[in-house]
């Protein structure tokens, strides 16, 4: 980050007129569309970049409200500021899941497992899963992540039929599944607002207490089966979702 901040002094020295904050703010913008701070990067705080820049406290607050306004950074209490990241994700059949669209929006996919096991599921997933109160099911719970940061917290229960080696799952879901001649045919989603808990927080670095979305998403194939059940707790500072019928 030193040298980061060199390259930020360098830049105020070479730039055009303008009051100190904009300049500051054209930098830092800059910046970040250079890819010299990635997305999820943490800035230093104000204090701290003040001192580095030789500005005043008043410029550098000035200078982040501008980019928060353009929602190039998020800043959160007791968090701090970052480099946002950014998901327009698609509810849309045709879309596909998550793997697929973050790579098509040229991001980098990956996963974070928690679990991938085999349990017998709660009552209430048994009856909507349409099995046998005790029938063994599998419990998926992953981090999904967008060039290297966590964006939501997923879990999936899976009739074991459709999914007997859950071990053997280390990417996408739906590959997998296409590769094995299960499509899905029909999907019904549930958004509700919720605030993330101390566990979620930690997870998706986000203050407890941050308004998360949650996604309760049903997939059926084309003889109306449930292949799966998934709660996905998504960081509204990131997804903004798009449903087309």
Not at 67 to 73: D, F, M, P, T, V
Not at 135 to 158: F, H
Not at 175 to 194: D, N, S, T, Y
Request: charged fraction near 20%.
């Amino acid at each position: 980050m030193n040298d980061f901040s060199a390259w930020l002094r360098q830049q105020l020295v070479q730039a055009v007129a303008a009051p100190r904050y904009i300049q500051l703010a054209t930098a830092l913008e800059a910046a970040i569309k250079q890819r010299r701070l990635a997305a999820g990067d943490f800035l230093p705080p104000e204090r701290v970049l003040a001192e580095r820049l030789a500005v005043s406290r008043v410029t550098v607050s000035k200078a982040l409200k501008l980019l928060e306004e353009k929602a190039l950074i998020s800043r959160q209490q007791g968090v701090g500021t970052r480099v946002a990241v950014y998901m327009d994700y698609s509810l849309s059949q045709e879309q596909g899941g998550f793997t697929a669209q973050i790579t098509r929006s040229g991001s980098a996919a990956s996963n974070l497992w928690l679990l991938r096991t085999r349990v017998t599921p709660p009552p209430e997933i048994a009856q909507a899963l349409n099995l046998s109160e005790h029938e063994p099911v599998v419990k998926l719970r992953r981090l999904r992540l967008a060039d290297g940061n966590p964006i939501s917290l997923e879990t999936t229960y899976i009739p074991l039929r459709f999914l007997p080696d859950p071990e053997r799952l280390e990417h996408s879901l739906y590959a997998l599944w296409q590769e094995r001649g299960i499509v899905p045919e029909g999907k019904h989603f549930l958004l509700k607002a919720i605030a993330c808990s101390d566990e979620v927080a930690g997870l998706l670095n986000v203050s407890c207490g941050a308004p998360l979305l949650l996604v309760t998403q049903t997939s059926r194939n084309a003889q109306g089966e449930v292949l799966e059940i998934s709660e996905v707790q998504c960081r509204s500072d990131v997804y903004e979702f798009e449903v087309s019928s």
